[in-house]
């Protein structure tokens, strides 16, 4: 069974930093590309990175390029995403997801239940 | 960036009813186009990708169609579980953009 579960989410002030992290299991990690959606609270859901299964490419939306760094290790299945400089819009729940083929297709299969992270003084 | 388009918004129908939803694209993007289904407090789920692509384990009353710009989801014989917000999202470039959503709530 497919399961990603993502911690490191917290209030942090603006300016601040944070990351986060997901663990999957369930599945070879190492074989599928990987992304972070993220969905502000009653809101819609925004793409906001992807990375390549080697981790040798990644993607961001231009609302976070710059500021956020989406990492991967291979050998501990894990997948990070490095917050910095954040903003209160950066408020939001964030999703660590399963790419459906090992290049970055953007067919998201599966998905964690999300953390949270909230941005305020 | 490719802007999605989603109608309706919200919808109200009764079980056992079809309903079909809209999604428009700024620009062609072939077929590729996913739909997925969120339900309040949890995550959402993929249900087509490609267009027209069943994902494995979803019902067989959920269909896509559609290709360039114009892409619909119906779902047939509306069961309980089966109201809540559906999101299209287009794949073919970044950013990967998602449709604003619509609300599936009970008549």
């Known amino acids: 069974e497919v399961q990603l579960l993502e911690s490191g989410g917290s209030l942090v002030q603006p300016g601040g930093s944070l990351r986060l992290s997901c663990a999957a299991s369930g599945f070879t990690f190492s074989s599928y590309a990987m992304s972070w959606v993220r969905q502000a609270p009653g809101k819609g859901l925004e793409w906001v990175s992807s990375?390549?299964?080697?981790?040798?490419?990644?993607y961001y939306a231009d609302s976070v390029k710059g500021r956020f760094t989406i990492s991967r290790d291979n050998s501990r299945s894990m997948l990070f995403f490095e917050m910095k400089t954040v903003r209160a819009e950066d408020t939001a729940v964030y999703y660590c997801?399963?790419?459906?083929?090992?290049?970055?297709?953007?067919?998201?299969?599966?998905w964690g239940q999300g953390t949270l992270v909230t941005v305020s003084s | 960036d490719i802007q999605m388009t989603q109608s309706p918004s919200s919808l109200s129908a009764s079980v056992g009813d079809r309903v079909t939803i809209t999604c428009r694209t700024s620009q062609s993007i072939t077929n590729s186009l996913n739909w997925y289904q969120q339900k309040p407090g949890k995550p959402p789920k993929l249900l087509i990708y490609d267009a027209s692509s069943l994902q494995s384990g979803v019902p067989s009353s959920f269909s896509g169609s559609g290709s360039g710009t114009d892409f619909t989801l119906t779902i047939s014989g509306l069961q309980p579980e089966d109201f809540a917000t559906y999101y299209c999202?287009?794949?073919?470039?970044?950013?990967?953009?998602f449709g604003q959503g619509t609300k599936l709530e009970i008549k």
């Open positions: 990375i390549s299964a080697s981790g040798g490419r990644a």
């Open positions: 997801v399963k790419d459906r083929l090992n290049t970055v297709t953007a067919d998201f299969d599966y």
């Open positions: 999202q287009q794949s073919y470039s970044t950013p990967y953009t």
